[in-house]
């Protein structure tokens, strides 16, 4: 009899183990969950141990970079292209996000003890960082209205379409990271090159800068623009500048990677 209800359970368990990822689909789907998806990782039994703390911030801190560049890089490839765009009802916000991290902020505040080893002690502070400038990059995106009518001059498109790469690449690094293992969705693993390129349209555009600013001002005395329209667009450029930046610096610290001051 014993014998009889173990093959039982051993033969329902064989038949049912190729379908447990679509059976979790359906249970998600039939009882979603009430928090925020962005916040998922947050569990407070992490916080008994702080490398569990730390990688649950450290994938807090990605779904939200994710979800604001991606928002960032779809509204600035509309304008660029002067299309309307419109957001899908269930689409996580940048306001979302930027509650995601201030959740993540007071959650790691709340973890138990500082890391034992050096290496912990190193991957704590890079997940900080990149917690900063995640939450820089969403103070600086709740101007973006600012980016709703871009000039549409040669250096203003470049601008934008950097920034906007900037976004796409951001986007792919945070995926990486914020996915779990078993995410049966989990997009593949992202290249060096990814990380490269999305250090290049940021510094790119500090280096652009300068420049600008000073030949949108000169344009003021010779007649070509009011003040108004020249401060406004040297205002517009760097918020370009500030959102590829603090993208590009975020990203890399949650690859543990160390980019210059």
Same mark, same amino acid.
């Given at each position: 009899?014993?014998?009889?209800?173990?093959?039982?359970?051993?033969?329902? *368990?064989? *038949?049912? %183990?190729? #379908?447990?990822?679509?059976?979790?689909?359906?249970?998600?789907?039939?009882?979603?969950?009430?928090?925020?998806?962005?916040?998922?990782?947050?569990?407070?039994?992490?916080?008994? !141990?702080?490398?569990?703390?730390?990688?649950? *911030?450290? &994938? !807090?801190?990605?779904?939200?970079?994710?979800?604001?560049?991606?928002?960032?890089?779809?509204? #600035? !490839?509309?304008?660029?292209?002067?299309? +309307?765009?419109?957001? @899908?009802?269930?689409?996580?916000?940048?306001?979302?996000?930027?509650?995601?991290?201030?959740?993540? /902020?007071?959650?790691?505040?709340?973890?138990?003890?500082?890391?034992?080893? /050096?290496?912990?002690?190193?991957?704590?502070?890079?997940?900080?960082?990149? #917690?900063?400038?995640?939450?820089?990059?969403?103070?600086?995106?709740? /101007?973006?209205?600012?980016?709703?009518?871009?000039?549409?001059?040669?250096?203003?498109?470049?601008?934008?379409?950097?920034?906007?790469?900037?976004?796409?690449?951001?986007?792919?690094?945070?995926?990486?990271?914020?996915?779990?293992?078993?995410?049966?969705?989990?997009?593949?693993?992202?290249?060096?090159? !990814?990380?490269?390129?999305?250090?290049?349209?940021?510094?790119? %555009?500090?280096?652009? /800068?300068?420049?600008?600013?000073?030949?949108?001002?000169?344009?003021?005395?010779?007649?070509? %623009?009011?003040?108004?329209?020249?401060?406004? &667009?040297?205002?517009?450029?760097? %918020?370009?500048?500030?959102?590829?930046?603090?993208?590009?610096? +975020?990203?890399?610290?949650?690859?543990?990677? #160390?980019?210059? @001051?």
């Amino acid at each position: 009899m014993a014998g009889y209800h173990t093959a039982y359970n051993v033969v329902g *368990v064989a *038949v049912l %183990l190729p #379908l447990i990822h679509r059976f979790t689909r359906f249970v998600e789907r039939v009882l979603p969950e009430r928090g925020s998806p962005l916040t998922r990782c947050l569990d407070p039994a992490a916080l008994l !141990t702080p490398i569990a703390a730390e990688e649950a *911030v450290r &994938r !807090t801190v990605a779904r939200s970079l994710g979800t604001m560049c991606g928002s960032i890089g779809e509204a #600035l !490839t509309a304008t660029i292209h002067g299309m +309307s765009l419109r957001a @899908p009802k269930k689409a996580l916000s940048v306001t979302e996000a930027g509650d995601a991290l201030s959740q993540a /902020q007071e959650f790691i505040s709340d973890a138990s003890g500082p890391p034992e080893s /050096q290496e912990e002690q190193e991957r704590l502070t890079c997940t900080l960082h990149a #917690l900063d400038h995640a939450s820089r990059l969403a103070e600086v995106a709740g /101007q973006k209205g600012e980016l709703g009518s871009l000039p549409m001059g040669s250096e203003d498109l470049r601008a934008a379409e950097l920034c906007a790469d900037a976004m796409r690449n951001a986007v792919l690094i945070a995926g990486e990271v914020g996915a779990l293992p078993d995410d049966p969705d989990r997009a593949a693993p992202v290249d060096e090159q !990814t990380m490269v390129q999305l250090e290049g349209y940021a510094k790119t %555009l500090g280096e652009l /800068q300068p420049a600008y600013r000073k030949s949108t001002l000169s344009s003021v005395a010779s007649g070509a %623009l009011n003040a108004d329209e020249a401060i406004a &667009r040297v205002d517009t450029f760097r %918020l370009l500048e500030a959102l590829a930046r603090h993208a590009w610096r +975020s990203s890399a610290y949650l690859m543990y990677q #160390l980019p210059p @001051p």
